[in-house]
């Protein structure tokens, strides 16, 4: 009972701190790591929760890269693949490479294996903190795509290090290059044919079932169900979750409005609660980390502090170097960093997350004859000083940076593409009026002439003449009226149902019934 009574205060206070976060104009991923440091030294509560760390990864990272993923796409992928490379392979492997020697030469008995699995724990940025850190701010959604991109698939390369090197440390055996590459690409393939299989027995049942709730649903046991299979036969859990999602948002139709709707609010939620458990628990294992280095805390955080810089400066050198190839070799056009403005804000943007936190908490305690796993208190502790160094500071500072760099202007040059599909938008429903005027009877074309006027000025992102800002001010003007008075009998409507539902003698189901189709004919109106 304890252990539900701090979950569920944990989500209560990651729903009170992001409504702070939207009043305060500030990123709720930051805001969830005070959270979990005013979790930390709250007297009474459990040093942390008894969770099997083997159930971190599962119950952590599925949701998360799921709801993340399915705001990408395929397409921007494939105009992408050199940049995933780079960033979520070689990049990540760099990462890994300077902070397992760093820690190598400054942590005491911390051993090679156990270095490198310190550094992949500390070397994926998360995609989930990027989006609600810089998605906040006016930054080039090229930018942002790039950052998502690195996210989404840096995570596999960084487990399947992790994880050979654990091993390596719990049965006492050294690293083998050659099996981490070729396990690593079979894992990946495996993963993608596991994640496209899926999706579509995924696509072919959600056909049959009509319930939009029971969709949704399914969604939420799909990322659990794909992550633990592929890791059953040893493929990537991580990528398969990616390609999963992927997959069914390709296939989702145009007319599936309703479902669109449902599923991204559903996600949202569960993006949002699952945050807020996951850096609560990091703030109670925190203190059980700080009980534990005692009168080393301050050598630790020592340690911990050039750990941070080597990360900062590792991606601040791979991104200058980024910016050289793709200045001498403009091969992709989306490409980025494409100035030195570029470069910094992405160098800035490598907040840790969700997977730092979930493979600090997985490492065992013991190793295999039953020994301490080495170092295993500062390498903890390590890792969160990571997260939180490469999240609190760019969350706080990054709107300051961008204003100051100047990127925003960027930004607003990229809201062409929006106007763009918002003429052909317009033109699609146009040509479609004007198909039904020419079949149209005689009593009905006027009606279409009014409404293929009222389209056009509506869908118009910048009126060309004075005659069309006229019409669209009219026509504004009566829709606004009348939205008012349609919201305003809604509302009533709405409150004489609740009045209903609460007088004895009404059948509750039949009033939530009228109130759920009134609902929808609100959420219609906005």
Same mark, same amino acid.
């Given at each position: 009972?304890e252990?539900?009574?701090?979950?569920?205060?944990?989500?209560?206070?990651?729903?009170?701190?992001?409504?702070?976060?939207d009043? *305060?104009?500030?990123?709720?991923?930051?805001?969830?790591?005070?959270?979990?440091?005013?979790?930390?030294?709250?007297p009474?509560?459990?040093?942390?929760?008894?969770?099997?760390?083997?159930?971190?990864?599962?119950?952590?990272?599925?949701?998360?890269l799921?709801?993340?993923?399915?705001?990408?796409?395929?397409?921007?992928?494939?105009?992408?693949? @050199?940049?995933?490379?780079?960033?979520?392979?070689a990049l990540? $492997?760099?990462?890994?490479?300077?902070?397992?020697?760093?820690?190598?030469?400054?942590?005491?008995g911390?051993?090679?294996?156990?270095?490198?699995? +310190?550094?992949?724990?500390?070397?994926?940025?998360?995609? $989930?903190?990027?989006?609600?850190?810089?998605?906040?701010?006016?930054?080039?959604?090229?930018?942002?795509?790039?950052?998502?991109? &690195?996210?989404?698939?840096?995570?596999?390369?960084a487990?399947?290090?992790?994880?050979?090197?654990?091993?390596?440390?719990?049965? @006492?055996h050294?690293?083998?290059?050659? &099996?981490?590459? +070729?396990?690593?690409?079979?894992?990946?393939?495996?993963?993608?044919? +596991?994640?496209? $299989?899926?999706?579509?027995?995924?696509?072919? #049942?959600?056909?049959?079932?009509?319930?939009?709730?029971?969709?949704?649903?399914?969604?939420?046991v799909?990322?659990?169900?794909?992550?633990?299979?592929?890791?059953?036969?040893?493929?990537?859990?991580?990528?398969?979750?990616?390609v999963?999602?992927?997959?069914? @948002?390709?296939?989702?139709?145009?007319?599936?409005? =309703?479902?669109?709707?449902?599923q991204?609010?559903?996600?949202s939620?569960?993006?949002?609660?699952?945050?807020?458990i996951?850096?609560?628990?990091?703030?109670? &294992?925190?203190?059980?980390?700080?009980?534990?280095?005692?009168?080393?805390?301050?050598?630790?955080?020592?340690?911990?502090?050039?750990?941070?810089?080597?990360?900062?400066?590792?991606?601040?050198?791979?991104?200058?170097?980024? #910016?050289?190839?793709?200045?001498?070799?403009?091969?992709?056009?989306?490409?980025?960093?494409?100035?030195?403005?570029?470069?910094?804000?992405?160098t800035?943007?490598?907040?840790?997350?969700?997977?730092? *936190?979930? *493979?600090?908490?997985?490492?065992?305690?013991?190793?295999?004859d039953?020994?301490?796993?080495?170092?295993?208190?500062?390498?903890?502790?390590?890792?969160?000083?990571?997260?939180?160094?490469?999240?609190?500071?760019?969350?706080?500072?990054?709107?300051?940076?961008?204003?100051?760099?100047?990127?925003?202007?960027?930004?607003? =040059?990229?809201?062409?593409?929006?106007?763009e599909?918002?003429?052909?938008?317009?033109e699609?429903?146009?040509?479609?009026?004007?198909?039904f005027?020419?079949?149209?009877?005689?009593?009905?074309? &006027?009606?279409?002439?009014?409404?293929?006027?009222?389209?056009?000025?509506?869908l118009?992102?910048?009126?060309?003449?004075?005659?069309?800002?006229?019409? *669209?001010?009219?026509?504004?003007k009566?829709?606004?009226?009348?939205?008012? $008075?349609?919201?305003?009998? +809604?509302?009533?409507?709405?409150?004489?149902?609740?009045?209903?539902?609460?007088?004895?003698?009404?059948?509750?189901?039949?009033?939530?019934?009228?109130?759920? @189709?009134?609902?929808?004919?609100?959420?219609?109106?906005?």
């Open positions: 009972m252990a539900m009574v701090l979950v569920v205060g944990l989500m209560l206070g990651a729903v009170v701190l992001v409504g702070i976060g009043r *305060l104009r500030l990123p709720w991923p930051a805001l969830m790591v005070l959270l979990g440091a005013a979790v930390a030294v709250i009474g509560l459990p040093d942390g929760v008894d969770l099997d760390p083997e159930l971190i990864l599962p119950l952590f990272l599925p949701p998360l799921y709801a993340t993923a399915q705001r990408t796409s395929w397409a921007m992928f494939r105009a992408r693949w @050199r940049t995933i490379v780079l960033l979520a392979v990540v $492997v760099a990462t890994i490479a300077a902070v397992a020697g760093a820690a190598w030469l400054l942590v005491p911390i051993g090679l294996t156990a270095a490198v699995a +310190l550094g992949a724990m500390v070397a994926p940025p998360d995609p $989930v903190a990027v989006e609600a850190v810089a998605g906040r701010v006016r930054i080039p959604r090229r930018l942002l795509s790039v950052l998502q991109a &690195e996210g989404l698939f840096n995570d596999a390369t487990l399947v290090v992790f994880q050979a090197a654990v091993l390596a440390t719990v049965e @006492r050294t690293l083998v290059g050659g &099996e981490l590459i +070729l396990s690593f690409v079979a894992g990946a393939l495996g993963a993608i044919v +596991l994640g496209i $299989v899926v999706a579509w027995l995924a696509r072919r #049942l959600m056909d049959r079932v009509d319930d939009t709730v029971g969709r949704s649903a399914l969604t939420l799909l990322p659990f169900a794909v992550y633990v299979a592929a890791e059953e036969v040893h493929a990537s859990g991580v990528v398969a979750v990616v999963l999602a992927l997959q069914l @948002r390709s296939s989702v139709g145009p007319d599936e409005s =309703a479902e669109r709707l449902v991204r609010s559903f996600w939620v569960v993006e949002l609660l699952v945050t807020g996951a850096f609560g628990l990091i703030g109670l &294992e925190l203190r059980g980390v700080v009980d534990a280095a005692g009168e080393r805390l301050g050598e630790m955080l020592l340690h911990a502090l050039v750990v941070v810089a080597v990360v900062f400066a590792v991606r601040a050198v791979w991104m200058a170097g980024a #910016l050289v190839a793709i200045r001498s070799r403009p091969i992709d056009a989306t490409g980025a960093p494409r100035t030195g403005r570029e470069a910094v804000v992405l800035w943007c490598g907040m840790r997350g969700l997977a730092t *936190l979930a *493979l600090a908490l997985s490492i065992p305690h013991a190793l295999a039953g020994s301490e796993f080495p170092a295993r208190v500062e390498i903890v502790l390590i890792a969160c000083t990571v997260l939180v160094a490469t999240l609190l500071v760019p969350g706080f500072t990054l709107p300051v940076l961008v204003k100051a760099l100047g990127i925003a202007g960027d930004a607003d =040059a990229e809201e062409q593409a929006e106007r599909i918002t003429r052909r938008a317009r699609a429903a146009l040509r479609t009026l004007a198909e005027r020419a079949e149209a009877p005689p009593e009905l074309a &006027e009606a279409l002439d009014n409404r293929f006027a009222r389209f056009g000025g509506l118009r992102g910048d009126p060309e003449t004075e005659e069309d800002r006229a019409r *669209l001010a009219t026509v504004k009566a829709r606004d009226l009348l939205t008012r $008075v349609q919201a305003e009998a +809604l509302a009533a409507a709405r409150a004489e149902v609740l009045a209903a539902r609460r007088e004895p003698g009404t059948d509750p189901e039949a009033a939530d019934r009228v109130l759920h @189709r009134l609902d929808l004919r609100s959420v219609l109106l906005d």
